[in-house]
């Protein structure tokens, strides 16, 4: 079965600092990955997703994510961060193909210091 | 389009209770997903459907129940609440890789 790591669970910022958060994933075969964001008191939005092609992702609100096979990694960046950027992000995994179920992390919680 | 949505938004149960929360997607997606939500633990899928009249188990089955009787439409019970059961209930839809979520039911049992 496939697992997804989020070595961030708390993560406190001030605005314009710079942001990566870690995601790994355990399955070896074809993935999709995506990066959910859940603002407070709000459901989840897609906020950037790779399924092929250039593994440097852009997503909305200034983020991207670097896919990099070798390290089964996905990690979500952001040069300089808002203070609207407090939000829960989350990483998910699914394969290509069938019901697309997939795999969530367990979320890391960003806060951001006006 | 109101994509998708759920109702009621909030419930309070006591101990043993039943309840039915529903989830309702305008997109004609086939795949549609019901999760838990507890803090530190991320979502947890609890049970899933691939088209009308289909369902299957997820992570965390034990407790609910789903019915797919209509494409836009997929229902989660909870035959005998339990405290355990306090959560935020999302809902999810999808007609490929990418989900599209509910805005969420936070359901307290006490």
């Known amino acids: 079965a496939q697992s997804v790591s989020q070595h961030n669970h708390h993560v406190i910022l001030s605005e314009a600092a710079s942001l990566e958060l870690g995601c790994n994933y355990s399955?070896?075969?074809?993935?999709?990955l995506f990066w959910y964001v859940q603002y407070p008191g709000q459901h989840l939005q897609l906020l950037l997703k790779?399924?092929?092609?250039?593994?440097l992702v852009k997503g909305i609100k200034g983020f991207e994510a670097e896919f990099i096979k070798s390290k089964f990694s996905f990690n979500l960046r952001k040069p300089s961060v808002q203070w609207s950027d407090t939000a829960e992000y989350f990483c998910a995994v699914n394969r290509p193909g069938g019901s697309y179920i997939p795999t969530f992390g367990r979320g890391t919680s960003l806060i951001v210091h006006p | 389009n109101a994509g998708v949505t759920q109702t009621p938004k909030f419930r309070v149960l006591k101990t043993g209770q039943s309840m039915t929360l529903l989830c309702a997607q305008d997109?004609?997606?086939?795949?549609m997903y019901w999760y838990r939500q507890d803090p530190g633990m991320g979502l947890r899928l609890i049970h899933y459907?691939?088209?009308?009249?289909?369902?299957a188990k997820g992570e965390v089955p034990d407790g609910y129940n789903v019915s797919r009787l209509k494409k836009q439409n997929f229902l989660l019970g909870l035959e005998s609440a339990a405290p355990s059961q306090t959560s935020v209930y999302f809902c999810?839809?999808?007609?490929?890789?990418?989900?599209?979520f509910g805005p969420g039911t936070r359901l307290t049992v006490l």
């Open positions: 999810a839809s999808s007609y490929g890789p990418t989900q599209y």
């Open positions: 790779y399924f092929s092609g250039d593994p």
């Open positions: 399955y070896g075969g074809t993935v999709n």
């Open positions: 997109m004609n997606h086939e795949y």
């Open positions: 459907s691939v088209g009308e009249g289909t369902t």
